[in-house]
């Protein structure tokens, strides 16, 4: 059984720093890796899917890599700013199922 | 565009009540899921749906959780009777399809669940 972990669980930065989010899982035989970003009170927003056969997605000032043999991934947010401060959740997708496996996720806050 | 959108937002309904949390997916949207976000257990998928059709609902926790999807743009939660322990909040998502595993997920805000 897939299980993902997200290591910090709560983050306060201060503005402007390069920061990193990490996730890991345990089974290496994924499909694809998520990331999302969950403000309070809304839902889900997709900010990056890497698929199996790739090493790394951008997009802005996010990058994430995936690293299949060791079962991680992370997410990279450079000059961080207060509009980032949310809770960052990954999603391992098993390539024997199409259930997607999330992690508890890492609270952000980015203070001026 | 618009997303996907759920109703009600907000459901406060005493113990024994049956409950009914309804779900919109983007239009074209072939999958449908519904999860549960508590803080003990985080994200759990409950039950999701390609072409209206249930697919694996092993996540359901009892017999008292049934979820139906009668057309491609419209799904429900039924919760019957709810109990304190069903509190959380319930979200739904859509996606063009998981079949090649290329399509990420959109999700509705979520309805938040307060059983009393």
């Known amino acids: 059984k897939q299980e993902v972990t997200q290591i910090p669980a709560a983050l306060s930065v201060p503005e402007g720093e390069n920061l990193v989010l990490n996730c890991s899982f345990t089974d290496s035989a994924i499909y694809n890796l998520q990331w999302f970003r969950q403000d309070p009170g809304k839902g889900l927003t997709s900010l990056l899917l890497i698929q199996s056969s790739q090493r790394e997605q951008t997009s802005g000032r996010l990058n994430a890599s995936l690293d299949k043999s060791s079962g991680r991934s992370t997410l990279y947010i450079a000059a961080s700013q207060p509009g980032d401060s949310a809770t960052y959740l990954c999603?391992?997708?098993?390539?024997?199922?199409?259930?997607?496996?999330f992690g508890r996720g890492t609270s952000l806050i980015v203070h001026p | 565009d618009a997303g996907v959108i759920q109703s009600p937002r907000h459901e406060v309904t005493e113990m024994g009540q049956e409950v009914t949390l309804r779900c919109k997916p983007i239009s074209g949207h072939d999958y449908l899921f519904w999860y549960r976000q508590t803080m003990m257990r985080g994200l759990e998928l409950l039950i999701y749906f390609n072409n209206n059709v249930p697919i694996d609902d092993s996540g359901m926790p009892e017999d008292r959780f049934s979820a139906k999807m009668p057309n491609a743009s419209f799904s429900t939660l039924k919760i019957q009777p709810s109990e304190p322990r069903d509190s959380a909040v319930y979200f739904c998502?859509?996606?063009?399809?998981?079949?090649?595993?290329?399509?990420?997920?959109?999700f509705g805000d979520g309805t938040r669940l307060s059983i009393l």
């Open positions: 998502a859509s996606s063009p399809g998981t079949g090649t595993g290329r399509q990420p997920q959109h």
């Open positions: 999603a391992a997708l098993s390539g024997g199922s199409y259930i997607p496996t």
